[in-house]
C-alpha cells in the first residue's frame, strides 16, 4: 500500500491491514526466495566454484557479484540476473506495448513508453491503413500525420534494439493502430505479467481492452480489425464482414459516437484496473473481469469503486482467495 | 522427356483442365519444328474467391510494360508475364535452361516501376551472389543479404537466400511490409529433407498483399502447389508450365569397355530398342572391378580399363572432342570421384596458347585477393596447369573462390571439360553442348540407387548451348546390365514430384510461440504437408467406398454355416502348419534328409494369393538330393547351434520351366505326370513348402546332370508311389522314428484330429460348389481387411499432422524451462529463438551452463565447430586434450537434451543425436582462430578445403546469433567474447569475398 492515501474508517482501516497482513504471510510461506531480494550493491550469494553468468542488473566487484539494481535475484541454470520490481519498463523483443506519440520525425514517430528512451516506430515498420503494401514515395512520408498525429495513443510490438541501445517498434497487423474513444492508464510495468495475449475483446462490455507490457493500460470501445496479416487467414476469413472492416481512419467518419452504456462499461473496467494498481495486485484480464463483476453485485456505482469500502472488499476478497488456492495446495 | 513437346496454346484463365487433360496433351506430341512453342497455362483459385470485377486499381493493358527485351519472349514467358500485369501469382515450372529468369526479371522491373519493393530468394548463397551480380548489372537498385555479405539492405530489390527471408518474417522486418513481389527461385528445393521446411514456413507466413513469382524445375504436381498457395493465401494463383527445351537433346549409352556410342533416344523423345540392346551386349562384362562394386566402395566400375589401357573416361573424352562435341561436363556423384576422374586427363590439352594465356591472366587476377600464403595453396597451384589444359573440376570441396574462377572460366569457353557434382547443375545458367554421367547409380546414404529421373532431369539439362548448339547430348556411362524399362524410367521418366519434407524444429516453435499472433498450430495447418494430406483424403474415401460395393456385391447363401466351416479351416491350416513346423524344425529332421528320401511338396499354384480350401492339400513327390545350411549375412552366424541355423534342401522333381522375354527362368513344381523338365529345386525348409517326409528312400544315381538320370530317378518315383498306391506312401512316424517329444506336438495333433471329425459332419462339406464358395468368402474376407486399413489411415489424416510430435516438442520446452505451461517464452527460449544455424537446444543448455563462459576463445570456437561440421570423417585424429574434454561436455549435454527428449516422447535417437556432434574440425578450427594460416590448417585436417571454408563461415553465422543471444541475456562478458571471436576468425581466405560481388 505504498503511499496510498485512502479516506478510511477505523473499521475499513482494520479489516483492509487484517486482509493484507493475511495477504503477507501468505507470500512468505508460498515463495521461499523472499530473501532473495537485493538492494543496490548487495552481494549475490554465488557458488564461485561453478562458474557464473552474470545477466542483467548484475556486475562484478572485488571478485564478487554484486546487484546493481533493486529486485529479485533470478537464477536459469547458471545464469544470475535480478529481476527489477516498480523500475521503469524494460522493454523485451516482442513485447506488447501502448505508447504515445511525441513527435513526428522524417520516415518515423516517436513515442513515450515509459522506457528510459523514447522509442521509434518506423513509417516503414507501420501498417497502412487497409493493409495494403507499402509504396516508397514521398508522399506517404508527407501524409504521415494522417496516420498518427502527436498526442495519438498507439499500440505497437517491440522489434528489436539498435546497436545504440534504442528501442524500435513495429506494427505487424492491423490491430495495432491508433487507439481512440477510450482510456489509457498508467500503472507499474511490473504488474502486468507478459502472458501470450495482451490483446483482449470483451465481447460483453463491447471493449477492447490492451494490456500493454510498459505498463499502460488501455480501455476503449471495440474496433473490429480488418486484419490481413495473421496467419491464419481461414478462419479470420469467415470472422471478416465487409461491413465492418473499415479502416480506422474511416471508422471514425462512420461512428462518431460512442453510445453511453459502452462509455460505462470502460470506465468500469478502467476503475478496476485502477483498483488494481493502487493495492498492488497482478493486472490480468481475469482479474479485472471479477471486479467489475463484483462491483456490479455490490451495486455500486461507477464512481464509488474508487472510494474506500470497495479497495477493502477486494482486498478481503484477495486474501480470501488466495488462501483458498494455498489450502487446495 | 529430353525431347522437345509441341503443344497448342490454350486459352489462358479458363484453361481448367484436370491432370488427366494435361497427361493427354503431353502426350500428343506434334513434332513439328516450326510450330511455336507452347505451354500450359492453368489457375488455381481460393474456395469462394470472386475474381475481381474492378479493374481500375490495375496498370492499363496498353500501359508500357515494365521492361522490354531484346528477344522474341517464347509462349510460356508471354503468358507468365501476362499473370503478373494482372497482379497475380504465377508458378512458372519448367526446364533449368528454358529461361525462367525472364519472368523474375520482369517482376522485379515491375515492381521497381511502382516504386514497391520485392524480394527474389534462392536456396544457395553462391547462387544469390550470381543473381544478384546478374541484377546489378540490369538494374541499380539492388541488394543483398546472405549469411555472408549483406550489401545495400535498403535497396528496392533484394537478393537472399530463404533463410533470411524467413528470419526477417519471424523478427518481423519492415521490408515485410513494403515487399510487392516475392519470387522464389529454385522452390523445387522445397522437397529437400533438411531444408525444404524453410520454404514452407516462408510461403505461409508471407504477407498476405503481396504477390509470389515461383521458378521450378518441371514437377508433375504444379497444379497442387498452386492449389495450396491459393488456399492459403486466397488469391488466384497460375501455373505456367513447359516442357519446352530450348534445344532438344539425344541420349545415348557409352558401355564400359565398349568402344562406341549408342544413341538410345533421339531428339524426338523415340525410344531405340535395338540400339539399346546392342549398347548393353557391347558392354564388357566388368572382371575384378566387380567384386569391389560389391562391396559397396564408391570406385565402382571406373577402373575396369586395365593398367596401361586408357581408362574408359579418357576415352571418352577424347571421342567427344574429336566429334567436337565439346564443351562438355561429367557429372559424378562424390568428389574424391571428380577430382579422380580429372586426373586422369592428365595426357590431354584441349586448349591453344592463346586460350592458355588468358585463363593464366583470369586466374591470376582473380587470385590476387588473396595473400602471398594463400596463393600457395596446393588447391590453388595445382588447378592452374588443369584448367590450362582446358580441364575443370568443379564440387563443393574447393575453395569458394575457386569455384568461382572456374565457373567464369567455364562460361567463357576456355574449359572444355568440366568435372562436376550434382551442385553444379543447380543454378545458374552454364550450359555445355554435352553432358556426361559417369555413373547409373548414385549413393544416397545408405545404398547404390539408380539415378532418378528427376535428378537425370535436371543435370540433363545443362546439355545444349541455346542458340548455339542444334541439340544437346547425354550420354550415360553404363557399366552393368539394366532392364529396358529402368532405363526408360530414368532417360525418359518424368520429373520428381514437389512433396513436403516439412517437420518441426524447436527453433521454430519458438518464434511462432513468441510472436502475439503465431501459432505453431496455424502453421501446421496452412503447411503443404498438411494440403497434400488433406487432397489424399478423398480418393481414400472413394476407394473405400468402391471397396465396400464390391464386397456387398459378393452374396453367399448359407452364409453363417459356410463362415463357420471357414473358420474351421483356417484353424486346421494353422494347426497343421503348426505340427509341420516341429516336426520339420532342424533339430528333429536334420538326421533324415538323407539323399534319395521321398518328400511331399506342396504345390505352388499359379495364383497364390488365393489358397486352396480343400481339406488335401495338393502335393506332389521330390526326391532329396542335397541339404545346405543358408549362409548369413553376419560373422556371428557360426556362432550360432546348427538347430537354430535355417537350412536349404535340394530336391529333384518335376517342374515346368518358363523363360521370359529377358531371358529369366521362372521354374514352377507340377505334379509328377504333368509335362516338365526334371529338375532340381532348392527349398528353404523353413517355408511351408515341403509338406512331410516319408520313410521311402530311393537310391540316386550320383552323377544326376544327365536329363536321362534324372528321368529315370522320377519314374522311380512314380514306380514306388504306384506300389504304394493301396494305402499311400508310409510317412516318418513324428513320434516313432524322428523321436519327436514335445507336449506342443501332441497337443496339436489331437487338436487336428478333432477337427477333422468335425470337417466329416459338417453339412456343407457335401455342397458340391463348396471350393468356389470359399473362395467367395475369402475374397471378401480380405475386401473387409483391406477396407479397415484404409479406414485407419483415414482416421491419422483427418487429424493434424504432427499433432502429437507438436505436443511432445512443447513439453520439452516446458520441461527444460524455456517456455512456460501458459505458452510464454523464458528467457532461455529467448535464447533460443535466436539461434537457427545450429542445434538450439543443446547450444542454449551449453551458454546457459557456463562452459563456454570459463574457456578461451580459440577454445571456444573450436568447441562451436561441432556444431556446424557434419561431414563424417573416416579415421579422424582425436584432438588434443582440453578440446577432447570439452568435447565430452558438449556430448554430455546433448546427451541430456535428447534423453529430455525421448522422455516427452519425441522420437530421437539419443546415441544418434549425440555423435551428430563431429569433433572433426576441432583441431583445425582451434589453430584457425589461433591465427594459423589456411595452408597450416590444411596440414593438420583430410577435409576438403571448400568444406571446411563453409564449416567456418557457418560457424561465424553462429557467432552472430551468439552475439544476440548473449545480448538478450544481459551477459556483456560473454557478448564480448563472441565479438572477439568473430574478428578472430574473420579473415583471409576464408572470408575472401565472392568474384561476382
Redesign the interface.
Known amino acids: 500500500m505504498r503511499g496510498v492515501q485512502l479516506s478510511l474508517n477505523k473499521t475499513q482501516k482494520l479489516r483492509l491491514e487484517t486482509a493484507l497482513e493475511k495477504l503477507e504471510s501468505l507470500s512468505s510461506t508460498t515463495s521461499n526466495n523472499s530473501n532473495a531480494s537485493v538492494t543496490v550493491a548487495d552481494t549475490i550469494p554465488i557458488n564461485y566454484e ?8 548484475t556486475s562484478e566487484m572485488d571478485g564478487r557479484v554484486v546487484a546493481t539494481i533493486c529486485g529479485v535475484v533470478e537464477r ?4 544470475v ?1 535480478v529481476r527489477a520490481l516498480r523500475a521503469r519498463y524494460k522493454p ?3 513485447d ?1 506495448i501502448v505508447g504515445r506519440v511525441i513527435e513526428v520525425a522524417p520516415k518515423r514517430w516517436r513515442l513515450e513508453i515509459n522506457f528510459s528512451q523514447d522509442a521509434v516506430l ?1 513509417l ?5 491503413p487497409d ?7 514521398a508522399v506517404d512520408e508527407l501524409n504521415m500525420r494522417s496516420i498518427f498525429e502527436e498526442n495519438d495513443i498507439v499500440c505497437a ?1 517491440v ?3 539498435q546497436h545504440d541501445g534504442s528501442l524500435y517498434l ?1 506494427a ?2 492491423q490491430k495495432y493502430r491508433k487507439l481512440d474513444r477510450g482510456q489509457l492508464l498508467r500503472i507499474s510495468p511490473y504488474l502486468v505479467k ?6 483482449h475483446h470483451l465481447d460483453q462490455y463491447g471493449v477492447d481492452l490492451i494490456l500493454g507490457c510498459n505498463g499502460f493500460i488501455w480501455v476503449g470501445e471495440h474496433v473490429e480489425a480488418k486484419d ?7 478462419i479470420k ?1 469467415e470472422q471478416e464482414n465487409a461491413s465492418l472492416s473499415g479502416s480506422v481512419s474511416s471508422c471514425e467518419q462512420e461512428q462518431s459516437h460512442t453510445s453511453v452504456e459502452i462509455r460505462q462499461h470502460i470506465c468500469r473496467l478502467a476503475n478496476a484496473v485502477r483498483v488494481l494498481s493502487t493495492l498492488g495486485f497482478m493486472v490480468t484480464v481475469e482479474l479485472i473481469i471479477e471486479l467489475v463483476d463484483l462491483s456490479i453485485s455490490h451495486n455500486l456505482n461507477i464512481h464509488e469503486m474508487l472510494g474506500a469500502e470497495f479497495y477493502v472488499i477486494v482486498a478481503e476478497k484477495e486474501a480470501e482467495r488466495r488462501s483458498l488456492a494455498t489450502k487446495k495446495r | 522427356m529430353g525431347s522437345v513437346k509441341r503443344k497448342s496454346i490454350e486459352n489462358p484463365i479458363e484453361g481448367y483442365d484436370t491432370p488427366a487433360e494435361k497427361q493427354q496433351k503431353r502426350g500428343n506430341e506434334l513434332l513439328n519444328l516450326d510450330e511455336p512453342v507452347a505451354c500450359v497455362h492453368d489457375v488455381s483459385y481460393p474456395e469462394g474467391y470472386v475474381p475481381r470485377a474492378s479493374t481500375s486499381n490495375l496498370p492499363d493493358k496498353d500501359a508500357k510494360p515494365a521492361k522490354e527485351f531484346p528477344f522474341t519472349l517464347d509462349p510460356f514467358q508471354a503468358e507468365a508475364i501476362k499473370c503478373l500485369k494482372n497482379g497475380e501469382s504465377v508458378l512458372v515450372s519448367a526446364h533449368t535452361s528454358a529461361g525462367k529468369t525472364v519472368v523474375a526479371l520482369y517482376a522485379i522491373a515491375m515492381s521497381l516501376q ?4 520485392v524480394i527474389y530468394t534462392s536456396p544457395i548463397k553462391a547462387l544469390s551472389n550470381q543473381k544478384y551480380r546478374e541484377f546489378k548489372e540490369e538494374l541499380s537498385d539492388v541488394g543483398l543479404m546472405t549469411g555472408d555479405v549483406t550489401i545495400d539492405p535498403n535497396a ?1 530489390c533484394l537478393v537472399m537466400t530463404t533463410e533470411i527471408w524467413r528470419s526477417m518474417q519471424y ?2 522486418s ?1 521490408v515485410t ?4 513481389w516475392v519470387i522464389f527461385d529454385e522452390v523445387h528445393y522445397m522437397r529437400d529433407r533438411e531444408r525444404g521446411v524453410v520454404w514452407e514456413e516462408s510461403i ?2 508471407a ?4 504477390r509470389f513469382v515461383f521458378l521450378s524445375a518441371t514437377v508433375p504436381n504444379a497444379k497442387e502447389f498452386a492449389d495450396w498457395v491459393a488456399k ?3 488469391q488466384p494463383c497460375h501455373i505456367v508450365y513447359t516442357d519446352y527445351r530450348p534445344t532438344p537433346l539425344q541420349h545415348y549409352f557409352f558401355p564400359s569397355g565398349g568402344n562406341g556410342l549408342y544413341l538410345v533416344v533421339d531428339e524426338k523423345g523415340k525410344f531405340r530398342e535395338n540400339s539399346f540392346q546392342k549398347a548393353l551386349n557391347a558392354l564388357v562384362p566388368p572382371g575384378e572391378g566387380d567384386k569391389k562394386r560389391e562391396n559397396g566402395k564408391w570406385q565402382k566400375g571406373l577402373f575396369v580399363g586395365k593398367a596401361g589401357e586408357d581408362s574408359d573416361i579418357f576415352k571418352m573424352v577424347k571421342m567427344i572432342i574429336q566429334r567436337q562435341y565439346d564443351p562438355v561436363i561429367c557429372f559424378s556423384f562424390s568428389k574424391r570421384e571428380c577430382e579422380f576422374l580429372a586426373m586422369q586427363m592428365a595426357k590431354m590439352d584441349l586448349n591453344n596458347e592463346d586460350e592458355k594465356v588468358n585463363i593464366e591472366t583470369i586466374f591470376w587476377s582473380a587470385m590476387d585477393m588473396l595473400s602471398e600464403d594463400d596463393k600457395k595453396l596446393p588447391q590453388v597451384s595445382n588447378m592452374l596447369p588443369l584448367l590450362k589444359r582446358g580441364i575443370g573440376v568443379h564440387h563443393s570441396g574447393l575453395l569458394p573462390i575457386l569455384k568461382e574462377v572456374i565457373e567464369i572460366l567455364f562460361q567463357e569457353g576456355l574449359i572444355k571439360c568440366l568435372f562436376a557434382t550434382e551442385t553444379f547443375s543447380i543454378g545458374l545458367n552454364m550450359p555445355a553442348k554435352t553432358v556426361v554421367f559417369t555413373n547409373v547409380r548414385k549413393f544416397d546414404g545408405d545404398k547404390f540407387r539408380w539415378i532418378s529421373s528427376g535428378e537425370y532431369i535436371q543435370m540433363s539439362g545443362r546439355a545444349g548451348r541455346r542458340g548455339i548448339d542444334e541439340r544437346g547430348i547425354c550420354i550415360l556411362m553404363v557399366d552393368e546390365k539394366l532392364e529396358p524399362s529402368t532405363a526408360k524410367l530414368m532417360v525418359k521418366g518424368s520429373a520428381d514430384s514437389l512433396n513436403s519434407a516439412f517437420h518441426l524444429s524447436y527453433n521454430m516453435l519458438l518464434n511462432q ?7 505453431p498450430v ?2 501446421l ?2 503447411s503443404f504437408y498438411q494440403f497434400q494430406v488433406d487432397q489424399a483424403i478423398p480418393d481414400l474415401v472413394k476407394q473405400a467406398k468402391s471397396l465396400e460395393e464390391e464386397r456387398d456385391s459378393i452374396i453367399l447363401e448359407e452364409e453363417d454355416s459356410l463362415e463357420n466351416y471357414y473358420s474351421l479351416l483356417q484353424q486346421f491350416k494353422s494347426l497343421k502348419k503348426d505340427v509341420r513346423d516341429i516336426v520339420l524344425s532342424p533339430k528333429y529332421c536334420l538326421p533324415f534328409l538323407q539323399p534319395g528320401r521321398l518328400v511331399s511338396i506342396q504345390l505352388i499354384k499359379v495364383d497364390d494369393n488365393l489358397p486352396s480350401f480343400s481339406v488335401k492339400d495338393d502335393v506332389t513327390l521330390g526326391v532329396i538330393i542335397n541339404f545346405e545350411r543358408i549362409k548369413g549375412l553376419s560373422e556371428d552366424d557360426t556362432n550360432k547351434k546348427p538347430e537354430d541355423a535355417s537350412y536349404t534342401v535340394d530336391i529333384l522333381t518335376r517342374c515346368a520351366v518358363h523363360k521370359d522375354e529377358a531371358g529369366k527362368r521362372t521354374i514352377s513344381i507340377v505334379p509328377l505326370k504333368d509335362p516338365g523338365e526334371p529338375a532340381v529345386v532348392s527349398l528353404p525348409i523353413s517355408q511351408a513348402k515341403i509338406d512331410s517326409l516319408s520313410s521311402v528312400r530311393l537310391v540316386i544315381p550320383k552323377d544326376l546332370l544327365p536329363v536321362e538320370a534324372r528321368e529315370n530317378t522320377l519314374k522311380k518315383v512314380s514306380e514306388v508311389l504306384s506300389r504304394f498306391a493301396k494305402d499311400g506312401l508310409p510317412q516318418l512316424d513324428p513320434e516313432d522314428d524322428m523321436k519327436v517329444q514335445s507336449s506342443s506336438y501332441r497337443k496339436a495333433v489331437r487338436r487336428i484330429e478333432a477337427l477333422e471329425n468335425l470337417f466329416e459332419k459338417h453339412e456343407i462339406a457335401k455342397s458340391p460348389l463348396i471350393e468356389q464358395k470359399l473362395k467367395l468368402l475369402h475374397t471378401k474376407k480380405q475386401l473387409t481387411a483391406k477396407i479397415k486399413s484404409i479406414k485407419r489411415t483415414m482416421r491419422s489424416s483427418t487429424a493434424l499432422a504432427f499433432k502429437d510430435e507438436l505436443k511432445a516438442r512443447k513439453r520439452v520446452l516446458r520441461r527444460l ?1 524455456y517456455v512456460t505451461s ?7 527460449g ?1 535464447v533460443a529463438c535466436e539461434i537457427s544455424s545450429a542445434d538450439e537446444l543443446t547450444l542454449t ?1 551449453l ?4 562452459v563456454l ?2 574457456i578461451k576463445v580459440e577454445e571456444m570456437v573450436s568447441l562451436l565447430s561441432c556444431f556446424v561440421w557434419q561431414e563424417k570423417l573416416q579415421d579422424a585424429q582425436k584432438p588434443r586434450d582440453e578440446l577432447e574434454l570439452l568435447f565430452t561436455q558438449l556430448q554430455d549435454t546433448a546427451r541430456r537434451v535428447a534423453k529430455v527428449q525421448l522422455e516427452c516422447k519425441v522420437q530421437i535417437d539419443v546415441e544418434n543425436f549425440v555423435s551428430s556432434f563431429r569433433p572433426d574440425i576441432m583441431e583445425a578450427v582451434f589453430a584457425w582462430a589461433k591465427g594459423s594460416k589456411f595452408y597450416e590448417i590444411m596440414e593438420i585436417t583430410q577435409v576438403f578445403e571448400g568444406s571446411l571454408i563453409r564449416a567456418i563461415r557457418r560457424l561465424e553465422e553462429v557467432l552472430q546469433q551468439l552475439i544476440q543471444a548473449a ?5 556483456t ?2 557478448e564480448a567474447k563472441f565479438e572477439d571471436a568473430v574478428i578472430k576468425i574473420k579473415r583471409d581466405i576464408v572470408f575472401a569475398a565472392s568474384l561476382y560481388l
Open positions: 561453478d562458474g557464473v553468468l552474470k545477466g542483467h542488473g536459469v541454470n547458471k545464469l540476473y523485451e523483443i516482442g506488447i518506423m516503414s515498420s507501420m501498417n497502412l493493409g495494403i503494401q507499402r509504396r516508397r514515395t510490438e522489434r528489436g534494439f513495429q505487424r497487423s507478459r502472458r501470450k495475449q495482451h490483446f490481413d496479416m495473421v496467419v491464419d487467414q481461414m476469413s | 511502382n516504386k514497391q519493393r528496392s523478427k518481423g519492415e511490409r513494403e515487399v510487392a505461409v507466413m504477407p498476405k498483399n503481396s492459403v493465401h486466397q510461440i513468441r510472436s502475439e499472433d503465431g501459432d496455424n502453421l495447418r496452412n524451462g501458459d505458452d510464454v517464452v523464458e528467457l532461455k529467448k543448455e551458454m546457459f551452463n557456463g563462459k570459463d545480448k538478450s541475456i544481459g551477459e562478458e560473454l
